[in-house]
């Protein structure tokens, strides 16, 4: 059973940045792809970022292409989403999971486990 467990959400201005991390516990971290999904009120939860288990390979949706970065440090066990130039439209529950493939993977359904979440609000 893999525990994952968020830090870094917040508040923040628009145009600011901030950095989430996930940090596992119970598993063999590098045998993990890792990715990110966020859920805005009334939405369903969406894709972000998503991190191979060696972090060599990485996939960004479109709208947030250019201003966040997904990075890992397998020696932590852990991911990080870099967000720089936030918008309002940020603004969400932020979800970090993790799928028992090395694999990157960008649905939902690819994936194992998954954290409580992180509120990031971006204010106008």
């Known amino acids: 059973q893999v525990h994952l467990v968020e830090s870094g959400g917040g508040l923040v201005q628009t145009g600011g940045s901030l950095r989430l991390s996930c940090t596992a516990s119970?598993?063999?971290?590098?045998?993990?792809?890792m990715g990110w999904f966020r859920q805005a009120p009334g939405k369903q939860r969406a894709f972000v970022a998503t991190?191979?288990?060696?972090?060599?390979?990485?996939y960004l949706t479109d709208s947030v292409k250019g201003r966040f970065t997904i990075s890992r440090d397998n020696t932590r066990n852990t991911v990080y989403l870099q967000m720089n130039s936030l918008k309002p439209e940020d603004t969400a529950i932020y979800y970090c999971?993790?799928?028992?493939?090395?694999?990157?993977?960008?649905?939902?359904?690819?994936?194992?486990?998954w954290g409580q979440g992180t509120q990031v609000t971006v204010s106008a």
């Open positions: 991190i191979s288990g060696t972090g060599i390979s990485t």
């Open positions: 999971a993790a799928r028992n493939d090395p694999r990157y993977e960008f649905h939902e359904t690819g994936y194992n486990y």
């Open positions: 119970g598993s063999n971290f590098n045998e993990n792809a």
